[in-house]
């Protein structure tokens, strides 16, 4: 059980309806190497923002930011429960804090400057400006060194700088529950999901975004899961060493993610020392005395 089956089970303990925080799952045709919900759970539970654009379209947290709050407004209304599952940490943030952004950083041809620079001289140039963010990024992210160049380029102020000041102010009340495992358990469960994506037909769904690498600085085009086969399409190297690459790039990302929420304010629940139905059953009660 994951974090996505656990969602799947305390929504339907209290008629939730899920929110996705995963900055994959938006996009359309990218199905096994996400872990999206199959069809039979999304008609066990409603779930919000899965399948919201094509890979070959933009889409940024501010949107994400929109879309969410629109759709838990839309839930409150109802009367139900919203679920914010998924473990892109600035997705979440942006929903449960008052994340603000104003468009007076965006400039449409800086952007497009810099979407012809190599990712190594993006890096180069964030680290001479803003060195705290070239460190918290991954060297690879273009999409976030693009970004954080531009609000530079357009403020004249570190996109570091801004988001230290920016409010951490609750926007709704709510828990926030993050899993873990212990290290050899949660690197075992990496490697059996990469082997069954595998054989759930993960390299066709991959080739299928290779063939749009025409636009190579699209998000989807980097996603964990995608871009590691595409050297082995170029006959770069073998199905083997690609599928090594994207099971270290996996633990890598696992790690990431728990260094992210061991700053925010979350309840940790060690899914080792739990098992499956004691995690369940304490988010359950928990939730119930908090809320009901």
């Not at 066990?44 to 929109?66: A, I, R």
């Not at 270290?248 to 629940?269: C, G, P, S």
Request: charged content about 30%; proline content about 4%; glycine content about 4%.
């Amino acid at each position: 059980m994951g974090k996505s089956s656990l969602a799947l089970a305390v929504a339907k303990e209290f008629s939730a309806e899920i929110v996705s925080a995963d900055s994959m799952q938006i996009y359309k045709k990218l199905d096994i190497g996400t872990a999206k919900p199959s069809p039979q759970e999304r008609e066990e539970v409603t779930h919000h923002l899965l399948d919201v654009v094509e890979p070959w379209e933009s889409f940024d947290l501010s949107t994400y930011q929109k879309l969410a709050l629109g759709a838990i407004s839309d839930i409150h209304r109802r009367g139900k429960l919203p679920l914010l599952s998924g473990g892109t940490g600035l997705y979440v943030r942006s929903v449960l804090e008052d994340y603000l952004f104003t468009e007076e950083s965006s400039d449409p041809s800086i952007r497009s400057e810099l979407s012809q620079m190599s990712t190594l001289d993006l890096l180069a140039k964030l680290k001479a400006v803003d060195p705290k963010s070239a460190l918290r990024l991954h060297p690879n992210d273009r999409r976030r060194l693009e970004r954080a160049l531009e609000v530079y380029l357009v403020t004249g102020k570190p996109i570091s700088q801004q988001q230290s000041q920016m409010s951490r102010k609750k926007r709704f009340h709510s828990l926030t529950f993050c899993l873990t495992r212990s290290r050899p358990e949660l690197y075992r469960r990496v490697e059996q999901r990469v082997d069954q994506m595998i054989q759930e037909g993960l390299l066709d769904e991959a080739r299928m975004l290779y063939a749009l690498t025409s636009a190579p600085q699209q998000t989807a085009m980097q996603a964990i899961g995608y871009k590691e086969f595409f050297p082995f399409f170029r006959g770069e190297c073998s199905l083997e060493d690609a599928i090594s690459i994207l099971k270290r790039n996996t633990r890598r990302y696992a790690k990431r993610q728990l260094t992210w929420f061991r700053r925010e304010d979350v309840i940790w629940l060690d899914l080792t020392e739990l098992g499956e139905e004691g995690t369940t059953n304490k988010i359950i009660n928990l939730t119930s005395k908090e809320f009901f």
